[in-house]
């Protein structure tokens, strides 16, 4: 069975594909923070759509939900397709059926553990 957060996340990762944040919008409670590499960008939708933003302005990304222990997130991949590297990932925090934060991180040497551990 899949897990309201599972689903949440999933959801996600599909805006996040199509450039989307408007979708996500009635997802996100309205203090909910989006932080990207530790920089809070705002709350809510437009935290979001600044986030989204960021991600994409970087280059051509694509995000696929992976499961941590249990915890699933968004792995952002970059690159021409086949030879595409991981490159962040995004994690949310719930309350319910609603976002309570999202967290958007580079950091590569923690990318690389989340991956390898997702692969077990």
Excluded: Y
Excluded at 14 to 40: K, Y
């Amino acid at each position: 069975m899949v897990s309201m957060k599972e689903s949440l996340v999933r959801v996600h990762a599909g805006a996040f594909n199509a450039h989307d944040s408007a979708l996500l919008g009635n997802t996100l409670l309205p203090s909910a923070p989006c932080w990207r590499d530790g920089e809070c960008l705002g709350e809510g939708a437009a935290g979001l759509r600044r986030a989204f933003e960021a991600e994409h302005n970087a280059g051509e990304v694509v995000g696929q939900v992976i499961q941590v222990d249990g915890e699933p997130m968004v792995l952002e991949w970059g690159g021409p397709e086949g030879r595409r590297e991981p490159l962040g990932v995004l994690r949310l925090q719930s309350q319910g059926d609603r976002v309570s934060e999202v967290r958007i991180d580079h950091d590569a040497a923690l990318v690389r553990r989340l991956l390898d551990r997702a692969a077990r």
